[in-house]
């Protein structure tokens, strides 16, 4: 992992790796995530934590995130993806995607996934081509939320 003396954390290309904005585990009566910024490696298979990748004691409070994915991503894995929530103007986590052609939330092929095969729609995939694409852990309507994605010409 590198870090480049923005706050954004940056990992090698190729391969498989692990991004953590905050802590692998924490304990305490209220763990409080920062706002982080994960950037996938191209070429790679990258699994995200924007804040805790395991959690005991009280209920999280989790930071603002962005997830930002570039041409070539990989298939990366998002697993604590939070939604913005207006009853409490927790203004929720973000998915940048940068890309060499303008974008916009209609370009996106996006699909509800059943990813422990129970029957039960509980994420969803953005499949940008046959190799690349995002998995959202723990959000089945991703197709509902335009609000979350910001599109970045490169």
Same mark, same amino acid.
Not at 62 to 72: I, R
Not at 100 to 105: E, R
Not at 119 to 138: A, N, R
């Given at each position: ?6 706050? =954004?954390? =940056? ?5 498989? #790796?692990v ?6 585990q924490v ?15 191209? /070429?790679t298979?990258?699994s995200m ?9 009280g *209920? ?11 041409p /070539? ?5 998002? #697993? ?5 929530? *207006?009853?409490?103007s ?13 974008m916009?939330?209609?370009?996106? #092929?996006?699909? *509800? ?16 081509d046959p /190799? ?11 197709t509902? /939320?335009?609000?979350?994605f ?5």
């Amino acid at each position: 992992m590198l870090i480049d003396g923005t706050g =954004r954390t =940056r990992v090698p290309s190729g391969g498989t #790796n692990v991004l953590i904005g905050d802590a692998v585990q924490v304990t305490g009566q209220e763990p409080t995530g920062g706002n982080d910024t994960l950037i996938s490696a191209p /070429h790679t298979n990258d699994s995200m934590w924007g804040d805790f990748q395991s959690v005991s004691g009280g *209920p999280p409070h989790f930071g603002n995130d962005t997830f930002v994915f570039g041409p /070539h991503n990989g298939n990366d894995i998002i #697993n604590d993806f939070q939604l913005p929530d *207006p009853q409490t103007s927790f203004a929720g986590d973000i998915i940048e995607i940068d890309s060499k052609k303008p974008m916009t939330f209609a370009d996106l #092929n996006i699909q *509800p996934l059943d990813t422990n095969n129970d029957g039960i729609l509980d994420s969803s995939v953005i499949q940008f081509d046959p /190799h690349d694409s995002v998995t959202v852990l723990g959000i089945p309507n991703l197709t509902d /939320h335009p609000e979350v994605f910001h599109f970045v010409l490169i």
